[in-house]
């Protein structure tokens, strides 16, 4: 079946650091991937995605490339904020359009 | 423009009652998705409506749960005999005709007592 394993948190950084949240994925298929981030006392937002292999999603300085070979999605980020301090949710989703999530990293980042 | 709506935001119940959870997509969506979050499970699939086909009700966890769309619009999502086990925050999410980005509510967090 499909599933989504991310590295487990919580991951703590200081301003200005690299972030590298790893993610794989196990599919039938050519499934869509993405990054949701869930901010503290807020709902699921999608921070990016990606539908087709080499395809890389960006936005507000995170990235994630879709590397089929590995079947990977890690997100970057070259220099994180306090306000990046959230739980980050790899997932994927193919026929249907049903998500499949990881289980979260939650990333704090410290001024 | 309006998002995603859910109600209630919260619900507190005692074990053994029914309840239902409404949720409101975004108008013109066509797809509507019920997720639930809890400590132990993180983030599951629950239930799934596209159009007029029938439910994909894979992820329902037992036949207490169940859920209806009418009209093609607002979904209800009914937990019958509520266990603390059902304790969660439960999401729901649409999707235009044309993508595949799903726009999530705020969710209820329903605790079971």
């Known amino acids: 079946g499909n599933s989504v394993t991310q590295m487990e948190g919580p991951v703590t950084l200081s301003e200005e650091a690299f972030l590298t949240i790893n993610c794989t994925y196990t599919a039938t298929g050519y499934p869509s991937l993405f990054w949701y981030v869930q901010y503290p006392g807020e709902g699921l937002q999608l921070l990016l995605k990606a539908t087709k292999a080499d395809d890389k999603g960006s936005n507000k300085g995170f990235e994630a490339t879709y590397r089929k070979e590995t079947t990977s999605f890690h997100l970057e980020k070259g220099s994180v904020q306090v306000s990046d301090s959230a739980v980050y949710f790899c997932?994927?989703?193919?026929?249907?359009?049903?998500?499949?999530f990881g289980q979260g990293t939650e990333l704090s980042v410290k001024p | 423009g309006a998002g995603v709506s859910q109600s209630p935001s919260n619900k507190v119940t005692e074990k053994g009652k029914d309840v239902e959870l409404r949720c409101d997509p975004i108008?013109?969506?066509?797809?509507l998705y019920w997720y639930r979050q809890s400590l132990g499970q993180g983030l599951e699939f629950l239930i799934y409506?596209?159009?007029?086909?029938?439910?994909?009700k894979s992820g329902l966890p037992s036949d207490r749960f169940s859920a209806e769309r009418t009209g093609g619009s607002v979904s209800t999502l009914t937990i019958q005999r509520t266990q603390q086990e059902d304790s969660a925050v439960y999401l729901c999410a649409s999707i235009p005709a044309w993508g595949n980005e799903q726009f999530f509510g705020p969710g209820t967090r329903l605790t079971v007592l």
């Open positions: 997932a994927l989703a193919n026929q249907g359009g049903k998500l499949i």
């Open positions: 108008s013109g969506h066509t797809a």
């Open positions: 409506f596209q159009g007029n086909s029938a439910p994909d």
